[in-house]
């Protein structure tokens, strides 16, 4: 599940991408701002898409079958001690070892 960005990574890459284009641009004050607003920019969206990144939560699509032939389906944040084909009980939105 893709992670929601709270602006910190936005602001932070802001930061250091409008420092980058500054340091990087040597000459006329004008280019060094202009560098400086371009890094802000693609700064800005990198900080913000680690931030979706690193907030991000994995989950695993779990079919179970029941005993009358149904399935249903189960989202899990761990698959640790299941196995294909082992006996399960699903209660709400968890699967319990049998």
Do not use: F, P
């Amino acid at each position: 599940e893709k992670g929601k960005g709270t602006g910190m990574g936005a602001a932070a890459g802001a930061v250091l991408g409008a420092v980058a284009g500054r340091e990087i641009v040597k000459g006329k004050r004008s280019h060094r701002d202009a560098a400086a607003v371009a890094g802000a920019i693609g700064g800005g969206y990198a900080g913000h898409k680690i931030e979706e990144t690193a907030r991000s939560t994995t989950y695993y699509v779990v079919t179970v079958r029941m005993d009358d032939n149904s399935t249903r389906t189960v989202n899990l944040e761990s698959t640790e001690g299941l196995s294909v084909g082992q006996k399960v009980r699903v209660e709400g939105g968890n699967i319990i070892l049998r």
